[in-house]
């Protein structure tokens, strides 16, 4: 069964995820239909991360939830592909360092060993994407693409805080 008391939502993580669902409903009534679909796919990976890294009894069995994290992901590379269709640069360059995110983030969950075995690895790739997304976050804000530049640095701050942890990142380990 599903165990929503295994975990201690701060404040701010529910802040967080609720500023995400509206910043997926602004999306909807003002951009494409892409765009929405983007951000509510992206809501959706993100909760499931949260409940699988805290080991939350989740409500489906974890290769079920395997196989709902790939469906996402496929939704997530079909937006990528309008993105390049459309020649939307910025949405592609942003688009590939979500991919990074989402490599690194895969591989803690399905080879953690790997992960413990190369930390340095993974904390510079992790250093190295999040940069790439706060540049991206400084262009469209430097282009004047207000909504793009928030949505930007909201999901920067969501997955630094909800699911990267980045003051635990930050802080360089003796093995690293």
Known sequence: MFNTSAIQYP????SILALLAL?????GFT???????DALVWVVLLVIYELEANKVGLPLGETAMRHLRSGLIGVIGLVFASYWRDSEWLDVANSL????LI?????EVRWPDYVRRHPRF???ATIATFTGLLAM?????ARGAWLDGYDAVLWIVAFGFIEVDIFHLL???RSV
């Open 11 to 14: 404040k701010s993580k529910l």
């Open 122 to 124: 993974f904390w510079l």
């Open 23 to 27: 910043n997926a409903v602004i999306y």
């Open 103 to 107: 490599a690194i983030l895969e591989t």
């Open 31 to 37: 951009d494409t239909l892409t765009s929405f679909a």
């Open 137 to 141: 976050a400084g262009v469209w804000l």
């Open 97 to 100: 360092l979500w991919f990074g």
């Open 171 to 173: 802080k360089r380990k």
